[in-house]
């Protein structure tokens, strides 16, 4: 067996190991149509030129000829130093993100578009590691809602639960009725995840959007005081789903197509 057809049919058959397990704790009434997201963390060393190119050049090129829209690139607010850049790629299912893996490794048009990136010596290195994680999106938003050209505040917002269970039980909460309700204040959700890779397991991810920080602030308060949100999050079955949050201010950069 030729080792790129092996690599396809291993990608795949992951890819189906987990969908299945996914499959089986999600909430009852899942459409089947739900998108699968790649988030890489890119924790940079040096100025943002290289993988500027690299990005808006070569991969989110490649990425869009072989059907991958709405690519999102992303760097904080805060300008934290070194930088990170965050970057959202949206499969249609994990055998869409096996086929378009795949695609990349064997597309010339993208070698060559990378060529003077992978030529970048070892001691001008422009990152020092990338984490990627990869996520299942809600039944309640199985695909990527992109923002007004007014939205340009992002927040990124990481979940951990103490169990698999815990997650489980806050992905559920978010599909029968907190996501409801973050569109009714306007907290507008740009992608909900549970995480099935990476980081922080077993976690959720998601990304809400706003004009300014002072319309984010409002719709939080507006969240917090809402009575259907007073009212779910006082039922026993979503006890302790939440141990710890991450939150994150992030900012497009010019090329992102989110």
């Known amino acids: 067996m030729e080792r790129r057809d092996f690599l396809q049919k291993t ?9 299945a397990s996914l499959a089986a704790s999600a909430a009852k009434g899942a459409q089947g149509n739900n998108e699968v997201y790649e988030f890489r963390v890119y924790h940079m060393r040096r100025n943002l030129a290289p993988i500027d190119n690299y990005f808006s050049k070569a991969l989110i090129p490649a990425l869009n000829r072989m059907g991958v829209k709405n690519v999102g690139v992303f760097n904080e607010t805060s300008k934290s130093e070194p930088a990170v850049i965050y970057v959202l790629i949206p499969y249609k299912s994990f055998a869409d993100y096996g086929r378009v893996l795949t695609e990349l490794r064997a597309d010339k048009e993208f070698e060559k578009a990378r060529a003077e990136y992978d030529k970048i010596p070892s001691d001008q290195a422009v990152y020092e590691r990338y984490d990627s994680s990869l996520m299942l999106a809600f039944d309640a938003a199985p695909v990527i809602q992109l923002p007004t050209k007014s939205q340009r505040l992002f927040e990124l917002r990481i979940y951990e639960g103490y169990s698999e269970d815990a997650v489980k039980r806050k992905v559920r909460m978010f599909n029968e009725g907190e996501i409801d309700i973050f569109k009714n204040v306007k ?11 990476g980081k922080d397991l077993p976690c959720l991810t998601y990304l809400s959007v706003y004009d300014n920080m002072e319309a984010r602030d409002q719709a939080w308060k507006e969240f917090l005081a809402h009575p259907d949100w007073q009212k779910l999050s006082k ?9 710890k949050i991450h939150r994150i201010f992030l900012q497009p950069l010019p090329y992102s197509q989110v």
């Open 11 to 19: 990608i795949l058959t992951t890819a189906g190991v987990a969908s």
């Open 187 to 197: 907290i507008n959700g740009v992608f909900f995840g549970e995480n099935i890779s």
């Open 235 to 243: 039922l026993p079955e979503y006890a302790n789903t939440v141990s």
